[in-house]
Antibody, heavy 117, light 107 residues
Framework: QVQLQESGPGLVKPSGTLSLTCAVS?????????WGWVRQSPGKGLEWIGE???????NYNPSLQSRLTISVDTSKNHFSLHLTSLTAADTAVYYC??????????WGQGTVVTVSS | DIQMTQSPSSLSASVGDRVTITCRAS??????LNWYQQKPGKAPKSLIF???NLQNWVPSRFSGSGSGTDFTLTISSLQPEDFATYYC?????????FGQGTTVEVK
């Protein structure tokens, strides 16, 4: 079955850069779908970060756009998130997900990211 | 940005109850409305896409309805595994915003 798995550092320093990868298994990332990132700050709701198509087109949340890059690597069947100039407000659980039709239908388990010195 | 407002923010219910959660968009979103369920410490799970289309793993006691700006998620007979937080999300325009969530708690 389709599975997504996030990986990356759990702790990042303020002003640093966060790099996360979402490995996709059971499905080819090149098969004409969009792939996205969502985060959830402690005790808060869900925030849409952005998404990429299989061909590399992207949509970003304007609140993060100046610091955000989402990319896709079809040869490795994964996609990635890079977020720069981190602050404590970026502390969250980061989820990757597949977008099918309208919605994110398959989600990774999430990875906790803490921004702290 | 389109604001998504859910009501209530929380509700208490018993097994077997009929539960309704509403979601209102700040402008029309046609039928680009999705619902997710999240349990503590777990990733969200997709329930419904495009207002009323159930994902194939979702039991038929869940249903969705609405159009334009006003939408509802209904659980016809609440089961123990349904106690969770529910989020609506619009995928009509960017950024793709979520509601603040509705927590269904044990009465």
């Amino acid at each position: 079955q389709v599975q997504l798995q996030e990986s990356g550092p759990g702790l990042v320093k303020p002003s640093g850069t966060l790099s996360l990868t979402c490995a996709v298994s059971g499905f080819s990332i090149g098969d004409n779908h969009w792939w996205g990132w969502v985060r959830q700050s402690p005790g808060k709701g869900l925030e849409w970060i952005g998404e990429t198509s299989h061909s590399g087109s992207t949509n970003y949340n304007p609140s993060l756009q100046s610091r955000l890059t989402i990319s896709v690597d079809t040869s490795k069947n994964h996609f990635s998130l890079h977020l720069t100039s981190l602050t404590a407000a970026d502390t969250a659980v980061y989820y990757c997900a597949r977008k099918m039709t309208f919605a994110f239908d398959i989600w990774g388990q999430g990875t906790v990211v803490t921004v702290s010195s | 940005d389109i604001q998504m407002t859910q009501s209530p923010s929380s509700l208490s219910a018993s097994v077997g109850d009929r539960v309704t959660i509403t979601c209102r968009a700040s402008q029309t979103i046609a039928n680009y409305l999705n619902w997710y369920q999240q349990k503590p410490g777990k990733a969200p799970k997709s329930l419904i896409f495009g207002v009323s289309n159930l994902q194939n793993w979702v039991p038929s006691r869940f249903s969705g309805s609405g159009s334009g700006t006003d939408f509802t998620l209904t659980i016809s007979s609440l089961q123990p595994e349904d106690f969770a937080t529910y989020y609506c999300q619009q995928s009509y325009s960017l950024p793709r915003t979520f509601g603040q969530g509705t927590t269904v708690e044990v009465k």
